[in-house]
């Protein structure tokens, strides 16, 4: 049913759910690939009409999150065959996933619910709705 199944990480408890729902569900589908991405997106705040860049050095250190957070996932697929762990960037989460799982023809997303995000009233987060939003195919949102 699902051969090629795409998982978005960012660390927090929806996610790592998701993940985890991701990893049974592989399990039980033959000969399934699962992919886990973590987008790194760069700091940036737009005054006017310039585009404020945070300082290289808040880069780095983000960045560096991002791969603790990449390997995260690494580890917890790492005993799986068929089933990797990438770190993407190149803008902003949502769009990176979709354009990925266009390229690659994956053809489920799982998503948590929320992520890392502060502001927990509503029932979805801004990545996880903007991929349900504009995907072109299956989404699962795990809670
Ligand atoms: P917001 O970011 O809008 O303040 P939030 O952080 O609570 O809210 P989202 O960022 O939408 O919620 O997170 C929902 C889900 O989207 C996460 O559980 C994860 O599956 C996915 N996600 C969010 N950010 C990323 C990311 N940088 N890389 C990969 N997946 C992500
Ligand atoms: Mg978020
Ligand atoms: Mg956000």
Known sequence: MFN???VAYDGSETATNALNKAIEMKMTLKD???EVVHVFQMVTAVLGDAVLTAPIMVQDELYEAAEVIANEAKQQ???LPFASATLLDGGP???VI???ADEHQF???ITGSRGLGTFKELLLGSVSYEIVQHAKIPV???K
């Open 93 to 95: 989460p949502a769009k």
């Open 32 to 34: 399934s690939f699962l």
């Open 107 to 109: 053809d489920l997303i």
């Open 140 to 142: 699962m949102i795990v």
């Open 4 to 6: 090629k199944i795409l």
């Open 98 to 100: 979709l354009n990925y």
């Open 77 to 79: 697929v790492a005993h």
